[in-house]
């Protein structure tokens, strides 16, 4: 039995970290060298949200066989939300981290919406592995609350509020077509085909519900209400 389990537990320690770690980091790197060059924060920002919430790529490399090794997935959203713990505590403005995950520089924003955002990560990786409902979350989560603001501030034009909070219709409608873009392009990765109409039916009503949501709740609090709410109406079907 040993002999059967250490070789699943190396690959998925090895899969299931390293190329997560290398794939975050060059991201982090290249926004980085962007930022330096002019490229826009907020938008720097939004990117690697996005990048971050498509680790999921990594599951289908994963073996699952031995019933929990695969929760390897999950290894760097979890340094993530120690280094996030670490810096925003200890309020360096010149870190990278700083520099790219931040709205203005502000190195406690990093114990609000990232440290949520790697968190839901790390429940997603843990309980809806290689699960339709996780592979979509983060397609609304990644993709869409992650390109919502950008676009909102930049492009939104037609306001409205909400419990005291401005959004934009632009802001809003993001959040459902590129969250539902980039549920397709998850589902793909991480199953190599594309999702069927029944499938595509409940993403896009998964998708309404997680445009509300966002629309509705507090700043950077979406980063866990959204997944609760999916995952929570996901079990009524």
């Keep these: 039995m040993e002999a059967l389990i250490k070789p699943i537990f190396l690959w998925n320690a090895l899969i299931g970290t390293l190329l997560p770690l290398i794939y975050i980091f060059t991201i982090i790197g290249l926004m980085n060298k962007l930022v330096e060059k002019g490229f826009p924060q907020d938008l720097s920002r939004k990117i690697i949200h996005i990048a971050a919430g498509s680790w999921i790529w990594v599951w289908p ?7 929990w090794s695969y ?3 999950i290894s ?5 939300s120690i280094l996030f713990l670490q810096k925003g505590l200890k309020g360096n403005p010149d870190d990278v981290a700083v520099k790219t995950m931040t709205r203005t520089g502000d190195p406690k924003e990093l114990l609000k919406g990232p440290l949520f955002f790697t968190l839901s990560m790390e429940f997603i990786g843990v309980f809806f592995y290689m699960n339709f409902i996780g592979v979509v979350t983060m397609g609304y989560l990644g993709w869409g609350d992650g390109l919502a603001p950008y676009v909102g501030k930049k492009y939104g034009k037609h306001r409205y509020k909400l419990i005291g909070r401005e959004k934009s219709i632009e802001g809003s409608l993001t959040v459902f077509l590129a969250g539902l873009f980039g549920s397709i392009i998850l589902y793909l990765l991480v199953f190599y085909s594309l999702p069927g109409l029944n499938e595509l039916y409940i993403m896009a009503v998964l998708g309404i519900v997680a445009t509300i949501v966002e629309a509705l709740s507090p700043p950077d609090i979406d980063n866990l209400l959204i997944p609760l709410a999916l995952i929570g109406l996901y079990s009524i079907f």
């Design 61 to 67: 490399l994963l073996d699952p066989s031995d019933g």
């Design 71 to 73: 929760v390897f997935n």
């Design 76 to 80: 760097v959203a979890v340094l993530w």
